[in-house]
């Protein structure tokens, strides 16, 4: 849903005052406190003495001079500033990228709309086609205390009026699958935000019961989940190494939670499940901050699911299909996506991470890159894992959408092509390898659900 930004009389004037710095005197404590430092340095950065500017961009005005209304807002997610051509903002140039936190000063008296919408590296004829003016725009007059060139415009939907009271963290997004992963013996891993390793925990925290009980085989039922709204979504394999329908997830999980039954045997590997189980309680308690966290609805979600694991929507794992956890996943995920309406604004493209206690296999880390390209773009989502095993599996069963949505089907079977892969994918979505496949390297993956720099507070 699109933000709105409704100025009050407070935030429009709040700018247009000049703050006195108070003399330090001999003997006076000053409060050098981090959230302290950076309220006193948006102080004097809010601080400005009213500017002057020509009446322009189609706004008409009796002087040819002007005050400005300035006011402080900080970028979220990663922008680009425009320097308008003319009186186009459509026809401009994209000049700074900004990124999550930065304090951006702008002047509210200036704003024009324009044809021009977020991510034009895909959506730039769509906004020609449509040609009405639906998104605002404001003039920059400043990043933090650094002037900008004259005409420069961040759009509405990249800042907030908001600031926090600290410093926000950077934003490093997950990595996204690509179409240009290669399979082979040894794993890929992506970069994980805070909010992905943390799913990516309680995933395991679910697994770690199942794999001390069930031992159907070598290699126990697989877990993979996505936070959707308010809500955690989990889903297991089908068809092959299903979790059983008896199985009862909520206790088995307070089982870990709350004894030392599943911790395991060995010291080191006692210590590790320890180290996850004290995460997750103090996740579930609000006590656990990872630094580099910008999604607190997802954190909130997950610590949710953590206390109370009854609350976890778990798909159907009676489901025929012989499919993998993902891909069961990445068809909810569709299911919620609505056609979009190309007359209303849309929104930023939107991470939507999978999490899973194995890493994908090669065949559902192309289905996720093709979904991306092909659906997840429109949409404004982009489906992210923590990376890929690398093998390809004997069998495996592609979602629906993808065999029956021409493009992506020939997109997935140009790739078995382009890779060598002999197989067949027939008109249902199965694919079969004509020579069996090594599992060498589809075990667990090697990094740990944990950073150094995650702690408790």
Request: hydrophobic residues 30%.
């Amino acid at each position: 849903m699109r933000k709105q930004v409704i100025l009050s009389k407070q935030e429009t004037s709040a700018s247009e005052h000049v703050a006195k710095k108070s003399p330090v005197t001999k003997g006076q404590i000053t409060d050098n406190r981090p959230s302290s430092v950076f309220q006193k340095k948006q102080i004097e950065t809010m601080s400005l003495k009213p500017d002057t500017k020509e009446s322009g961009f189609g706004q008409s005005s009796a002087s040819p001079v002007q005050m400005v209304r300035a006011a402080p807002g900080m970028v979220t997610g990663i922008t680009h500033l425009v320097k308008i051509n003319g009186k186009s903002i459509y026809r401009g140039t994209e000049t700074i990228q900004l990124e999550h936190g930065q304090v951006v000063i702008v002047d509210t008296d200036q704003r024009l709309r324009s044809r021009r919408g977020p991510n034009q590296e895909h959506f730039r004829a769509e906004d020609h086609q449509r040609g009405t003016h639906i998104y605002r725009w404001f003039r920059v007059i400043r990043i933090g205390e650094r002037d900008v060139a004259p005409g420069t415009f961040i759009r509405e939907d990249a800042f907030t009026f908001h600031l926090p009271h600290e410093e926000p963290e950077r934003l490093h997004p997950n990595t996204a699958p690509s179409l240009d992963t290669q399979p082979g013996a040894d794993p890929i891993e992506h970069h994980r935000t805070p909010e992905a390793r943390s799913l990516d925990r309680l995933a395991r925290g679910h697994w770690i019961p199942m794999l001390n009980t069930i031992r159907q085989s070598e290699q126990p039922p697989h877990i993979a989940m996505t936070v959707l709204g308010n809500r955690v979504h989990a889903m297991g394999n089908t068809g092959e190494r299903p979790i059983p329908a008896d199985w009862d997830a909520a206790r088995r999980f307070g089982e870990l939670m709350g004894s030392d039954t599943h911790l395991g045997r060995g010291d080191e590997q006692r210590r590790k499940r320890a180290k996850l189980r004290n995460k997750l309680v103090a996740h579930a308690r609000g006590q656990y901050h990872p630094t580099g966290v910008t999604d607190p609805h997802t954190m909130n979600a997950i610590g949710h699911a953590i206390a109370r694991p009854d609350h976890i929507h778990w798909g159907n794992s009676a489901d025929p299909r012989k499919m993998h956890g993902e891909m069961h996943l990445q068809e909810t995920i569709l299911g919620g996506l609505h056609r979009r309406d190309i007359r209303l604004p849309r929104t930023r493209i939107q991470q939507q991470h999978i999490s899973g206690v194995m890493l994908d296999c090669m065949f559902c880390h192309w289905a996720h890159a093709i979904f991306n390209q092909v659906i997840g773009r429109h949409h404004g989502v982009e489906i992210t894992t923590g990376g890929t095993h690398s093998g390809i599996p004997n069998e495996w069963q592609a979602p629906q959408w993808l065999y029956q949505n021409d493009r992506a089907w020939a997109m997935f079977k140009a790739k078995l092509a382009a890779e060598r892969i002999d197989a067949t994918a027939d008109d249902h979505g199965m694919v079969r390898l004509r020579k069996k496949a090594s599992t060498k390297g589809m075990g667990l993956p090697q990094h740990g659900s944990d950073s150094e720099d995650e702690h408790f507070r």
